[in-house]
């Protein structure tokens, strides 16, 4: 069973730039969420996917947007990069069976951005 | 927004139980109360979760107070492993799908 894979692992952008962050999820997991973490601070929810459709998003403005593909993966696409948005982004995904989620969340390890 | 509060860091020697605590005053009837945790250069792992009643699993246990506006996480016997920021978070039905509210977490460090 292949776990939540995420590229890149790191990146260097500059101000004003956009970024396109992808995640497979786990084998069978169809609901994928998308998390920013600033150095030393908790995970901040930013949106969640589901049947390649938004279904939930966190404080985050409209240039954080995001796809789903029919085969579940997924991608976080940030526009006008600011230097705030340097931070670690996590990919989770889970099962979402017959309209309910079971709420256990797969991490992978994160994509490193850093905005110069 | 529900969110969770947790004490910055906790230590515990190693073989001893560990109880982690969150507080989580303002969370609704159909939230439920996850923990994760999290090691150096890792994303966060599922520990464990519950609604209202305690709950028990390979990893942990889960203490609900019976107003649910705080639990405590119970590391049975900390080994060397258990060091990691343990996260407390309110998970909140949002249509059809959930959203997670991290905390700032507690950085639990085991003594050998």
Not at chain 1, 57 to 74: A, C, D, I, K, V
Request: glycine share 8%; with cysteine.
């Amino acid at each position: 069973e292949t776990g939540v894979t995420q590229s890149p692992t790191h990146l260097i952008k500059t101000r004003g730039q956009q970024v396109t962050l992808r995640c497979s999820s786990q084998s069978g997991h169809n609901t994928v969420s998308w998390y920013q973490q600033a150095l030393g601070q908790g995970p901040q929810f930013i949106f969640q996917y589901y049947r390649e459709e938004e279904n939930g998003r966190g404080n985050f403005p409209p240039r954080f947007s995001g796809l789903q593909f029919p085969n579940y993966s997924s991608e976080l696409n940030v526009n006008a990069l600011e230097l705030d948005d340097s931070a670690l982004y996590l990919c989770a995904s889970s099962p979402t069976t017959g309209g309910r989620n079971t709420g256990e969340l797969f991490f992978g390890e994160g994509s490193r951005l850093t905005v110069l | 927004d529900a969110k969770t509060t947790q004490p910055n860091s906790m230590e515990s020697n190693e073989e001893e139980p560990v109880h982690l605590p969150c507080n989580h005053s303002t969370i609704s009837g159909t939230d439920y109360i996850h923990w994760y945790r999290q090691l150096p250069s890792q994303g966060p792992e599922y520990v464990i979760h519950g609604l209202t009643s305690n709950v028990n699993n390979r990893m942990a246990s889960l203490a609900i107070a019976e107003d649910r506006k705080s639990s405590t996480l119970i590391l049975h016997r900390a080994t060397l492993r258990d060091a990691a920021v343990y996260y407390c978070i309110l998970r909140a039905r949002a249509g059809t799908g959930n959203q997670f509210y991290f905390g700032t977490g507690t950085s639990l460090t085991v003594i050998p």
